[in-house]
């Protein structure tokens, strides 16, 4: 059964660093989405991405994240200078259409030092 | 915006009972309500979902109902096993206008399925 995979599993890294994470969706689907959820807390929307662009995006998606589907396959979100607050584990979703069911990634681990 | 919650959080029963979650939305617009199991290290993974449109959906040991005037919906599993045991997450969302169907998750239940 085809499914979205995640890398890394786990990233640790300092302070004001960039970060990329890497998911790579289900290969006929066209609507891709980030989501992260902080330890403890909710699962919280980022972004969704459809046509090479950013279609929605959340408050929290600043103009320290940025999102790229650089070879047809990869799809990539990037901290630019991460922050203590950053540290979550990071979810990559794809469907077929808009309306139709969002299937998840493992999940990257993100720790900020 | 559109906010979920999710009632419980956490959630104890024996094998072969019942379990019931409930999530309650805010936004009218929403029309699709997906739910979710995540279990440890993993994603989370959709294991039933109901549309606007209809008011029960079931599939095996797990339904889920929607009441759109109340705006509340629950999952409902019986004959539990302990391999039901995970965190189970309710959603909503809709496509209309500009919004490109991302989820709002409500806060996840912890189900334990005691032997």
């Known amino acids: 059964e085809p499914e979205v995979t995640q890398t890394p599993s786990h990233q640790v890294t300092q302070m004001g660093q960039e970060v990329i994470l890497r998911c790579v969706p289900i290969?006929?689907?066209?609507?891709f989405y980030w989501y992260r959820q902080i330890l403890g807390q909710k699962v919280e929307f980022l972004v969704s991405f459809y046509n090479n662009e950013i279609s929605e995006k959340s408050e929290i998606f600043d103009d320290q994240f940025s999102v790229e589907r650089p070879d047809g396959s990869n799809f990539t979100l990037k901290i630019r200078s991460t922050k203590l607050e950053d540290s979550a584990m990071y979810f990559c979703?794809?469907?077929?259409?808009?309306?139709?069911?969002?299937?998840f990634g493992p999940g990257t681990r993100l720790l900020v030092l | 915006g559109e906010n979920v919650e999710q009632h419980p959080s956490t959630l104890s029963v024996q094998e072969g009972d019942s379990a019931v979650i409930k999530c309650t939305y805010s936004?009218?617009?929403?029309?699709?309500f997906p739910w979710y199991k995540q279990e440890l290290g993993k994603g989370p993974q959709l294991i039933i979902d109901i549309r606007s449109n209809v008011g029960e959906k079931k599939d095996q040991r797990i339904a889920v109902t929607l009441n759109k005037t109340a705006k509340h919906f629950s999952l409902h599993i019986t004959e539990t096993q302990p391999e039901d045991s995970a965190v189970y997450f309710c959603a909503a969302s809709h496509s209309r206008g500009t919004s490109y169907g991302k989820l709002t998750f409500g806060q996840g239940t912890i189900l334990t399925v005691h032997p």
């Open positions: 936004d009218s617009a929403s029309n699709y």
């Open positions: 290969s006929n689907h066209l609507y």
């Open positions: 979703a794809s469907s077929e259409g808009r309306e139709r069911t969002q299937y």
